[in-house]
Structure formats: structure tokens, C-alpha cells
């Protein structure tokens, strides 16, 4: 997982993930695209399975969407995902002028009409009428054509039931979110997710359960002490969504939201962090050395996720947890 990079160090990084033995590489989207990095990706390093994880879908039309996976599936031969997401009211409504009025359906239909776009490419006809969006007009001079690859998986970012049975019914994928700690996965994401599939007459296999996992590797205690305090201020970053609260107290550390939320309205972003315990980190976190951190990852997550993503394989230390994706592949 790597937030977006400057174009022109992108490929650098790609050839470098490669190299390193990861299957894939994951971009988020903040204040750069993820589409344009994949892109770059996709060129210096053939081969790499690449995904948004994940791109904010109301600021684009689905056509828009559609077409830009498009040529990014065709680009990496068939190894783009297509991971999409709602972001918050106040980045959509503040930040990119949209519309973020029922969040959860208008993203079920963009998603199937995102999906119907992929079939006008190949078929020449485009006709989805949903409740937030309508399409029905392409021409061969309008249409990306087909492309000699399957059609991209579109993935969806979802926490509560709602938006898991939602991924579940449309989606080929759902994006768990950071927090997501086994004990959430096996509560929330895979009965609601099962329970959408089967709406749509699907089997749960159809529909790729993808966690990302904060880790604190390392052989020294200072070694762990350092990347103890980036997946704790990770974390409390995260922690401060309020829809997200459920997740800290049925694990039992109730009312972690609240008291992250005091410390950031008080601009106190150390304070935010210390309100994650030792304890927090060892329920959502795994610790250990690297000869152990494959086992780990495979004893926790190896009977509930279809792929992992390495939320903190990032500097210096890429190639060693680039030997450790390779030991879970293997």
C-alpha cells in the first residue's frame, strides 16, 4: 500500500516493489490520483497486479471512472482492480463540490453502472437507468472498444452492514478498512458480505475480502519502538471517524473515538495517539520478528482474507517485507 508518489518517481517505486517480490502494489488517493501512478506503474513494471485502494467515486462520472479502468486493464494485461470508495460529506460536499446525499445507494448504483459502461465498451450499447444515474448513449468514436483482457473487478471500501451487504450484492470486492481486526472481520464482513452475494445469487468466493495490515517488525526493541509509534498515530488518526466507533468498543476499548475526538478539536495530535493503548495495538495490530511475521500474518488472517496488503512496507525496509509477502504467497 503507498499513497500516491510524484509521476516521476513512480516507476522507480514499481520496478522496486517488483523487485522486492510483491504480488502487487495498492494506491490510496489523497491529494494525488491513484489512477495516474497505476498508470506509471503499469509501464515500468509489467506484470504487477495494480489497484486503487481506493479512489473516491462521486467526484467522477462512472463513465469517466469506467474508462480510465478501462485503459488501466488493458494497460497491466488484465491485473488492474478497480477499488472504489465514498469518502466523507465534508471532502465531497468542501472540497470537490459533489453531491453526497445517501452515500451507500448512490455508490451501489454507480457501481452497476459502472459495470454497464464496461459492457457498452465491448458491445456497442449502453443502457443503465438507476436511481442516481443515467446512461444510455455511446458512439464507436466515444467508446474506449474492447480490449483483449477481462473486464476490470470493482471493489468497494465498506464498514458498516449496510455497505457490506451492499459489496457483497454488486461489488467483486470489498476493501476493509484499517481497523479492520479479525475479531470485526469475522463479526461484520463475512456474514453481511455472504448475505449480499446470496441476494444476487452469488457464492462468497465470488467476492474478495481485502485487509490491510498494520505491522511493528523488527529483531531490536528499537526497532519496534519506532514502528510502534507510526501504526499508534495511524491509528488514532482513523480513530477519530465517529462511524468507525463501533469497531473500538466491541472490541472492548469503549469510547476510544471520543476521547481522540476531544484531543483533535484541541488541535493536540499527540494527545490523539496517546489515547491508543498498548493494548489497542495488540488487538488491531501484529508485532513480531521478521522470521515470524509471515506466520503471523497467514495464523491471523489466512482463514478470513482473500489478499492482504502491507499497510506499512514502506522506506528503507521494503525488500524485507517484500521476502515476507513472498513467504505468504508461497
Not at 15 to 40: H, I, K, P, S
Not at 134 to 144: C, G, H, R, V
Not at 147 to 154: E, R
Request: with cysteine; proline share 5%.
Amino acid at each position: 500500500m503507498t499513497v500516491p508518489q510524484p509521476l516521476a518517481t513512480v516507476g522507480d517505486l514499481a520496478r522496486r516493489t517488483q523487485a522486492a517480490g510483491f504480488d502487487g502494489m495498492l494506491f490510496t488517493e489523497t491529494g494525488r490520483t491513484a489512477y495516474l501512478n497505476a498508470a506509471v506503474a503499469s509501464q515500468a513494471a509489467p506484470g504487477l497486479e495494480l489497484s486503487t485502494g481506493v479512489a473516491v467515486a462521486f467526484p467522477r462520472s462512472p463513465f469517466v471512472t469506467a474508462a480510465t479502468a478501462w485503459e488501466l486493464q488493458e494497460a497491466t494485461g488484465g491485473k488492474f482492480r478497480l477499488g472504489l470508495g465514498t469518502q466523507v460529506r465534508t471532502h465531497i460536499v468542501r472540497r470537490y463540490g459533489m453531491e453526497f446525499e445517501r452515500p451507500g445507494p448512490r455508490l451501489r448504483d454507480y457501481v452497476r453502472a459502472v459495470k454497464a459502461c464496461f459492457a457498452a465498451f465491448r458491445t456497442g450499447t449502453l443502457d443503465h437507468h438507476g436511481d442516481f444515474y443515467s446512461l444510455d448513449f455511446i458512439t464507436p468514436q466515444w467508446s474506449a472498444g474492447p480490449i483483449d483482457a477481462p473486464d476490470p473487478k470493482v471493489d468497494v471500501a465498506a464498514v458498516n452492514p449496510w455497505m457490506l451487504r451492499m459489496a457483497g450484492e454488486v461489488a467483486d470486492g470489498v476493501h476493509v478498512h484499517p481497523l479492520g481486526e479479525p475479531g470485526y472481520i469475522g463479526r461484520h464482513v463475512l456474514p453481511n458480505v455472504a448475505e449480499g452475494a446470496a441476494k444476487s445469487g452469488r457464492s462468497t468466493s465470488d467476492i474478495a475480502v481485502i485487509v490491510p495490515v498494520m505491522t511493528i517488525v523488527g529483531d531490536s526493541g528499537e526497532e519496534r519502538h519506532n514502528e510502534r509509534e507510526f501504526v499508534r498515530a495511524s491509528m488514532s488518526f482513523y480513530g477519530s471517524t465517529p462511524n468507525y466507533a463501533f469497531i473500538w468498543d466491541e472490541a472492548g476499548f469503549e469510547g476510544t473515538t471520543a476521547r481522540i475526538r476531544e484531543k483533535q478539536k484541541a488541535g493536540d495530535f499527540k494527545g490523539m495517539a496517546a489515547q491508543i493503548t498498548d493494548e489497542h495495538i495488540a488487538t488491531f495490530a501484529t508485532e513480531s520478528t521478521w522470521d515470524g511475521l509471515a506466520d503471523a500474518l497467514i495464523a491471523k488472517y489466512g482463514h478470513i482474507a482473500t489478499r492482504i496488503v502491507l499497510y506499512n512496507a514502506i522506506g528503507e525496509r521494503l525488500e524485507r517485507y517484500g521476502a515476507v509477502a513472498q513467504r505468504i504467497s508461497a
